[in-house]
């Protein structure tokens, strides 16, 4: 003869919760958004992601505090935080190719000045001299 286990056991029931999509976008969107702050000449892509990772972070923070079983409060706070790092990387890199192009631009008008200035052409006829010596005397 066979005993029977007739103990009962509790079944267990997953109850799916709702996700919170945009704390999710604002945090992959300010992910990215800083990575294209990093990489020079792309700090537009950053400017961009930037803002709308502090959107979708914002909005999904608030979210996650109206409807605490839905989560999320986390990942949007990162999300709002790594967009305002892009804006600020964004803008670093304009500040940084505007002082690069104002350099250059410098660099230019030297060069035209001296082109034009007969005692640098001097220099630069007498036998022996380098460019690079004509460069050092006159500045």
Do not use: H
């Not at 949007?76 to 350099?103: C, E, F, H, P």
């Not at 000045?113 to 010596?133: G, K, M, S, V």
């Amino acid at each position: 003869m066979t005993m029977q286990d007739t103990t009962m056991y509790p079944e267990t029931v997953y109850v799916p919760t709702k996700g919170n999509g945009l704390a999710v976008a604002g945090m992959v969107l300010g992910i990215i958004g800083v990575l294209f702050g990093l990489i020079p000449l792309t700090f537009f892509f950053a400017w961009i992601l930037g803002v709308l990772a502090v959107v979708f972070g914002a909005i999904g923070r608030g979210r996650a505090k109206r409807e605490p079983m839905r989560g999320g409060k986390g990942m949007a706070t990162s999300g709002l935080v790594l967009g305002i790092v892009a804006l600020l990387l964004g803008v670093l890199g304009v500040v940084i190719i505007g002082k690069a192009a104002n350099d250059i631009s410098d660099e230019f008008d030297k060069i035209d000045a001296r082109a034009n200035d007969p005692a640098f052409q001097n220099c630069l006829a007498e036998l022996n001299t380098t460019y690079e010596d004509c460069v050092a005397r006159f500045g």
